[in-house]
């Protein structure tokens, strides 16, 4: 008997799990299965990575494979998902979980044409996997119709509510019937997200994954410092001289992501940016080529990186430092997954030492310090006392507001608690000069990636 068995599974479902190679449910599995199984709402404080979406898919499925209606297909289960990666992974996790039963599923979101989405939902689905804005322009249009649901998932609440998604959602749950089963997932368990839990939840059994301790402890860290103008030839020289063959660069801004895969690829390495800005069709072409190895380096903004599930990734570049501490934590996280090791470089300028005592304070612990390259810059390092956000440079032009807003792509915030592992880094000293007192980290603008 595996352990999937003495969750209470079906046949049909324990077959597909052990066509997709899993063994032992995870932590996420373990608690929330039999809960869901018996009919009880759950709230999880997990993120993606964890093993969640067959956490919340494997007993929908059951339960629903288990009573079917008689008559044309309704839709029975509602995914919410804030990113259209992250909701196309769902949907496709569907596919796998749901092989050996009758179920149909579809995913829908925005920048696609619609009409292939409107042709699907008329043959009639069962499971609807949907970003909250094409979800509310179909159920406008009259093509959706959400008074059947009987599961309701929230998945990732803590990034909807950080993309503006609170009113879209609260339009959505009054088109649901009354009577259904309730999850929410969610990264980090702010007062916003138990308030909005509190608001639909009944009586909900509490799944409390925190992954970021567990990955983090496999992960190396560690801090360059450096002028703005030298980041570029920096990272070259480590892609080029560490080989690497799958790693994920993180940049503040789209036209930063952009900028940087045309010089990278000037400098003979190939890759491809990841943003919101990107179609669907591009951003899904750069994710197959990085998954099946075409192309060793993605360079992506926090949001379009949501949820991007890729094993294997070896190396992690921290190209801008996040204004976001949280956001540091998912990205590192992007390593290190399925039980390999991994190593995160964060290359620190001399605007962003606030930015570095932000996430340092957020870990718990100061990031290994790499001496040992060219560019070492004492100007980048955290002031004695500096507090943690955004360092304001006397000398940059005033820009108008909108024009801010424009120019800013990335944004992510995400939760998930704070690493408190050392890091296996022997280079050089930790920050001499990062002090810990709390400061104000700036929230970027937010933008709908839906
Ligand atoms: P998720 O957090 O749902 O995005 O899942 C993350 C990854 O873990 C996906 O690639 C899943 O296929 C994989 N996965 C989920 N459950 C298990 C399990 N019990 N054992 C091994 N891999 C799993």
Redesign the pocket.
């Known amino acids: 008997m595996t352990d999937f068995q003495t969750l209470g599974l079906s046949e049909p479902l324990l077959r597909a799990?052990e066509a997709?190679?899993?063994?032992?449910?995870?932590p996420v599995?373990e608690q929330s299965i039999p809960p869901l199984l018996a009919g009880r709402d759950v709230l999880g404080v997990a993120?993606?990575?964890?093993?969640?979406?067959?956490?919340f898919a494997l007993p929908v499925l059951q339960i629903m494979s288990r009573n079917r209606p008689q008559g044309n297909r309704k839709i029975r289960a509602l995914v919410l998902s804030p990113t259209r990666e992250l909701a196309a992974?769902i949907d496709e996790?569907f596919s796998a979980y749901s092989e050996h039963l009758d179920i149909r599923h579809k995913v829908i979101f925005g920048g696609v044409n619609q009409n292939p989405q409107v042709r699907a939902l008329q043959k009639g689905l069962d499971v609807l996997v949907a970003t909250p804005g094409r979800l509310l322009d179909l159920i406008n249009q009259g093509h959706i119709d959400i008074t059947h649901v009987e599961f309701f998932v929230l998945d990732e609440a803590d990034r909807m509510l950080d993309m503006g998604f609170i009113h879209d959602i609260k339009k959505v749950l009054k088109l649901l019937p009354k009577q259904r089963q309730n999850l929410l997932f969610s990264a980090t368990m702010p007062s916003s997200i138990a308030n909005l839990a509190g608001s639909f939840l009944h009586n909900a059994v509490k799944v409390d994954i925190t992954p970021e301790e567990i990955t983090v402890d496999r992960i190396e860290q560690k801090i360059m410092f450096l002028r703005k103008a030298d980041k570029r030839r920096l990272l070259v020289k480590i892609i080029k001289q560490e080989r690497v063959e799958r790693g994920i660069v993180f940049t503040r801004t789209k036209h930063g992501a952009n900028r940087l895969v045309k010089q990278l690829d000037q400098s003979g390495i190939s890759a491809a940016a990841i943003h919101g800005n990107k179609s669907q069709g591009a951003r899904t072409k750069a994710l197959a080529g990085f998954k099946n190895g075409n192309i060793p380096i993605l360079v992506a903004t926090d949001i379009a990186s949501r949820?991007i599930?890729v094993?294997g990734v070896t190396h992690v570049f921290n190209y801008d430092l996040p204004n976001e501490p949280e956001s540091y934590v998912h990205r590192i996280g992007r390593t290190a997954r399925?039980g390999r090791t991994g190593i995160a470089y964060g290359f620190c300028d001399e605007s962003e030492a606030g930015y570095l005592v932000g996430i340092q304070q957020l870990i718990g612990k100061e990031i290994p310090v790499d001496l040992s390259h060219e560019f070492h810059f004492v100007g980048a390092i955290p002031k004695p006392g500096q507090k943690a956000g955004k360092i304001k440079d006397k000398n940059a032009p005033k820009k108008k507001q909108h024009q801010r807003n424009r120019s800013n792509g990335g944004g992510g915030g995400r939760g998930g608690g704070g690493g408190r592992n050392q890091s296996r880094s022997g280079q050089g000293s930790s920050n001499p000069r990062g002090d810990h007192r709390s400061g104000n980290n700036n929230r970027n603008q937010r933008r709908r990636d839906d």
Do not use: C, I, L
Request: net charge negative; hydrophobic share 15%.
């Open positions: 799990v997709e190679g899993y063994t032992t449910p995870t599995q993120q993606t990575g964890t093993g969640k979406t067959a956490a992974q996790r949820g599930d094993d399925a």
